[in-house]
C-alpha cells in the first residue's frame, strides 16, 4: 500500500505543479456596443416642422449705457488690450439723427410761436391804450404769451 500512496501522491503533485505552470488567463475583453447613427434630414414629402424655444447667446456681458441702441460695429474682441479713449463700438446713428431733427423742428416751432405771441402782446397793449380793445383780450395775450415763452423753454 504504500507503494499505491506514493505513486498517487507523485501523481497528484505533479498535476498541481504542472497546472501551476500554466499560462495566465487573459483578462476578458471589453464589449464595444455597436452605435447605429441616425441622420436628421428634410423629409422628402416637403413637411416643415416647427418647434418653440429661446435662443440664448453663450457668451454675454452685463454692461450698461446712458443711451439705448443698436450695435453698429464692435472695433474690440474679448481679452483685447484697450486704452482709455479708445472707440469700442459704434452705434446705429439713424435713431439719434431723427431724434436731433425732431427736436430741431420743434425748437423752431417753439421760436416761431414766441415771435408770434410777443408780435400780438405789443398789438394789444398798442390797443389797449388806444381803448379800441378790452382788458380780458389783454389779458389772454399776456397768458398766452407766457404759455409761448415756457414751451421755448423747454425746446
Not at 450698461?64 to 453698429?72: A, D, E, K, L
Not at 488690450?81 to 469700442?88: A, D, H, P, T
Not at 425732431?102 to 414766441?114: C, F, G, I, K
Amino acid at each position: 500500500m504504500p507503494k499505491i500512496h506514493r505513486r498517487l501522491h507523485t501523481l497528484l503533485l505533479s498535476v498541481f505543479v504542472l497546472t501551476a505552470c500554466s499560462e495566465e488567463v487573459p483578462p476578458p475583453l471589453e464589449r464595444v456596443r455597436a452605435i447605429k447613427p441616425f441622420y436628421v434630414s428634410e423629409p422628402a414629402g416637403g413637411e416643415t416642422r416647427r418647434y418653440s424655444g429661446s435662443i440664448a447667446s453663450s457668451d454675454t456681458s452685463s454692461l450698461s449705457f446712458p443711451i439705448g441702441g443698436t450695435m453698429q460695429t464692435v472695433v474690440v474682441n474679448q481679452g483685447d488690450q484697450v486704452e482709455r479713449g479708445q472707440v469700442l463700438a459704434t452705434m446705429d446713428p439713424e435713431p439719434y439723427q431723427i431724434s436731433a431733427t425732431s427736436a430741431r423742428s420743434q425748437l423752431q416751432s417753439a421760436q416761431a410761436n414766441y415771435e408770434n405771441q410777443k408780435a400780438n402782446l405789443t398789438r394789444q397793449k398798442d390797443l389797449l391804450d388806444k381803448g379800441w380793445v378790452a382788458k380780458a383780450a389783454y389779458d389772454q395775450a399776456i397768458a398766452t404769451f407766457g404759455c409761448a415763452s415756457c414751451l421755448l423753454r423747454q425746446a
